[in-house]
């Protein structure tokens, strides 16, 4: 099943489950998406979503390309490098949780 595509052995596993108890299609599934976090240790590829999900709702995608922009950009910029960055930031969302309610 290593010739094949992921996704071929992702459906071939999921007529497989469809046959076993539930006890064996957890562990099989288990294993599987194991399998796959493990082969995959440098994170999944980002999927397009226009033409790899063909969603067409443009807020959607504006927002979705927005997020791609900033999570690129977020190592260039210095604020991160600072030692206190994730106190400040904690501080941060929490005045604004206090100030949402």
Known sequence: MSD???WVGLYLLGLHVKSCSAGQSTQLATQELLRLVESNADG???LDPVSDLHILDLDLVQDVKRFQYLSGSLPTFDCVRDPL???NFRHLRDNMQVSIL
Do not use: G, R
């Open 85 to 87: 960055f994730d106190k």
């Open 4 to 6: 094949l595509p992921e």
């Open 44 to 46: 999944f590829p980002a």
